[in-house]
């Protein structure tokens, strides 16, 4: 495991899932762009965002792969929704769902460019919210 792995790993051990906002700031440089922002307090924001919608989120590492500076984390993740996501409001129901994280470090193994993909699709239908195609043509 190299050092950017282990970083990855940490990120996802002590913000994640330990909710250790401390190590954010350890983890994250202060040009990585986050919600609203850059630096760990957009990354922190992100997370503070899921975790008033999911005050019991969890992230399980499925797949890691690192070489050089860039690690990609293929994770899942479940919780219930207690809170508003985006115009979802509360739900009360659990929902799971899987994505990936692509990050990218710098020298001093801070991340400093994050890119998710989540199933967003696969989350919002555990929520109960019909997912429509948009209207197309003239006949619609």
Not at 1 to 28: C, H
Not at 64 to 92: E, Y
Not at 102 to 114: A, E, N, P, S, T
């Amino acid at each position: 495991m190299n050092d950017v792995e282990v970083a990855a790993r940490r990120f996802i051990a002590d913000v994640w899932n330990g909710r250790r906002e401390e190590s954010a700031y350890e983890l994250v440089a202060p040009g990585c762009p986050g919600l609203g922002g850059t630096g760990p307090e957009a990354a922190l924001a992100w997370h503070r965002e899921r975790r008033a919608a999911f005050p019991d989120l969890r992230y399980k590492t499925v797949d890691v792969v690192a070489s050089d500076d860039r690690v990609a984390v293929h994770w899942r993740a479940a919780g219930t929704q207690a809170g508003p996501f985006g115009p979802v409001p509360a739900t009360g129901r659990v929902a799971s769902f899987s994505g990936a994280s692509f990050l990218r470090f710098d020298q001093q193994g801070r991340i400093v460019d994050v890119w998710h993909c989540t199933e967003l699709f696969q989350l919002l239908q555990q929520l109960g919210v019909e997912v429509l195609p948009p209207v197309t043509g003239t006949g619609a």
